[in-house]
């Protein structure tokens, strides 16, 4: 329950208050971060399918599914992403980077890589939805759960962490490889069930799409690693968009 507690305290704005900070609760939490991203990408689908289902039409609905997990994470994912995108755009030593990263506003980089992801998540989500209403919010639901899955990896051991304090310090390094992997085989068993609801091909492609969201994530992770030390709650922010977004442009190719 201190897992739980800590992964949905921490990624979402659902009630749960947190009663360990500590790292044991944060390898447990960061275990659980697929589930907390499942429940945020139903919520977020589900309403964008009702507004499809009103007759909104499949941009507005795209909208409203990519709105919703903002609101419930507070905008710091989002955060995180702009303030990475300044802190590797800035070329600047890695401790200059970091302070830039600290800063409340947002620079140039950052603005064009957030609007750039939001209007790719909203592309491909219209593209979806556009195919009707259960290959959207299936995308929504699933793209959701890979890129808290992608938080996981960021947490594995080996990965350290940039500063000494705040989120990136707590679960830095805790999430031990074998319980990763078999966290990360769980959900791509529930990529291929949930493809499998339309056809055999699309169980696979399911399968695919995951996998380029981690890959994506992964190579974002390894040029923060590279660039700033370690991670950082923005490089978080950074891994799970780029997850999300690459999982969902990837739905819509093939």
Do not use: N
């Amino acid at each position: 329950m201190d897992g739980l507690r800590f992964a949905f305290g921490t990624l979402t704005v659902l009630p749960a208050r947190i009663t360990r900070w500590d790292r044991d609760a944060a390898r447990s939490g960061m275990l659980w971060a697929p589930l907390a991203g499942l429940v945020v990408g139903l919520l977020s689908a589900a309403l964008g399918g009702v507004f499809l289902l009103l007759g909104a039409g499949p941009l507005l609905a795209a909208v409203i599914t990519t709105a919703v997990p903002a609101l419930l994470t507070r905008g710091l994912h989002l955060d995180g992403l702009a303030d990475t995108a300044d802190g590797l755009g800035s070329a600047k030593p890695a401790e200059d980077a970091l302070r830039i990263m600290k800063r409340s506003d947002i620079g140039p980089f950052g603005v064009v890589v957030l609007l750039l992801t939001l209007l790719a998540q909203v592309a491909a989500l219209s593209r979806l939805y556009g195919e009707g209403w259960a290959p959207g919010t299936v995308a929504a639901a699933l793209a959701a759960t890979v890129a808290r899955l992608a938080l996981t990896h960021a947490s594995r051991a080996g990965v350290p962490a940039a500063r000494p304090e705040g989120l990136g310090a707590i679960v830095a390094s805790t999430v031990p490889a074998r319980a990763a992997t078999l966290v990360t085989g769980l959900v791509l068993l529930l990529c291929a069930a949930a493809g499998a609801l339309f056809s055999s091909y699309d169980a696979v492609r399911y399968v695919l799409a995951a996998g380029a969201g981690l890959g994506a994530a992964a190579l974002l992770l390894r040029r923060c690693v590279r660039r700033f030390g370690g991670v950082t709650g923005d490089v978080f922010g950074a891994v799970e968009e780029t997850a999300a977004t690459a999982v969902l442009v990837a739905l819509t190719l093939g």
